[in-house]
């Protein structure tokens, strides 16, 4: 029972980040874009945290939620925030 | 969102799924075993280990013994190699100067945004110690305090402005000079118990932790029934300082405008 709840929140956790990671690539607004891939990254955090990797999700959510998109917004503000065609 | 947008997202469901089937039926190749291995055995076996003392680390936490004391080279190789890209970003920055502004009441976000932030300026830092100097007994150490920890520069860059940390003290070279404490404690603490048997005339390894059969100095591993983890402790409260401040440098150079850093890299 519980190695099918554990399963089940994982397929959750992974479709969702796929979706995310989609709408990610697909964004024409770059800020939009690296939220989706925020929501990606935090999923994979979650992921990590049911196969009991706490030392990862540790360091992955600072890195990916709060650092990456942090880089990328600076990044972004140096060049233009919509994608051309 | 569009219809061909919802058929493309469905379509990559059903490709995963499909693709995961195949894989746990073992048609890409055999799967990895299911029991622990041997190599992890040994590991969780001898983290803790009152009965074997020249193999032991006196630690509670496996994934840090494993990376500060069983392979504890590999790790001053990857902090070297964090050292060289902080480097590589200076390099890139050279000769450009962050300004310096006194009014920054009316620039940044708003001042609900702000007192939020005020708060967490004090509870992430806390967090990120505790992480620090817990990292031998529960999960956590000195990367993840310190990248917790830049979570906060990046906030306040963001939230206030780019002037707010020179404002309040933490200028870039400050940051350096942090960072090159914490990078100049991980070289010393991994050749402490050298210089020390050099001193005292006996034998000892780099990056030994505690004694082994040839080499009988070892850090403290229990204080007045605290565990230690005898070196670990020292190398994660160094890294988190020299990944914080590294991390820092990064960003204060980063939030600095662009028409600035062309003006000096290019025009020269």
């Not at chain 2, 969780?44 to 840090?64: G, H, I, Q």
């Not at chain 2, 590589?88 to 310096?100: C, T």
């Not at chain 2, 999960?139 to 707010?164: D, E, K, N």
Request: proline letters at 4%; zero cysteines.
């Amino acid at each position: 029972m519980l190695e099918i709840f554990t399963l089940s929140l994982l397929t959750l956790f992974a479709i969702t980040s796929v979706v995310a990671a989609y709408l990610a690539i697909r964004e024409r607004d770059l800020v939009k874009a690296v939220v989706y891939s925020a929501i990606q990254s935090a999923m994979y955090a979650l992921i990590y945290y049911v196969l009991m990797a706490p030392d990862i999700v540790l360091v992955y959510i600072p890195v990916s939620v709060g650092l990456i998109p942090a880089v990328l917004l600076f990044v972004i503000k140096k060049t233009e925030r919509y994608e051309g065609d | 969102m569009k219809k061909t947008d919802l058929f493309v997202i469905a379509s990559i469901i059903v490709f995963i799924l499909s693709l995961a089937y195949i894989t746990a039926l073992g048609g890409l190749g055999p799967l990895p075993p299911i029991n622990v291995r041997r190599i992890a055995i040994n590991y969780l076996n001898l983290t803790y280990n009152m009965f074997t003392p020249y193999l032991t680390v006196f630690a509670l936490e496996s994934v840090t013994s494993i990376v500060w004391d069983f392979r504890g080279l590999d790790t001053l190789y990857e902090t070297a190699v964090f050292y060289a890209a902080i480097i590589a970003s200076i390099a890139l920055y050279r000769g450009v100067y962050i300004d310096f502004k006194k009014n920054i009441e009316k620039m940044g976000l708003s001042p609900i945004a702000k007192t939020v932030t005020r708060i967490s300026l004090i509870l992430i830092p806390t967090v990120a110690a505790s992480v620090a100097l817990h990292g031998h007994l529960t999960p956590g150490g000195g990367f993840q305090a310190g990248s917790i920890a830049t979570v906060v520069i990046v906030l306040s860059i963001i939230i206030f402005s780019r002037y707010f940390l020179p404002i309040h003290g933490l200028s870039k070279n400050k940051a350096l000079l942090f960072r090159s404490i914490g990078l100049l404690g991980i070289a010393v603490t991994s050749i402490a118990l050298l210089l020390i048997a050099i001193v005292l005339g006996v034998n000892a390894y780099i990056f030994q932790n505690q004694a082994k059969i040839d080499a009988p100095l070892s850090f403290p591993s229990l204080v007045d029934n605290y565990i230690l983890g005898g070196s670990l402790l020292f190398f994660n409260l160094f890294e988190f300082i020299a990944v914080a401040f590294g991390f820092t440098i990064v960003f204060l150079l980063l939030s600095i405008s662009e028409e600035k850093v062309k003006k000096v890299t290019i025009d020269g």
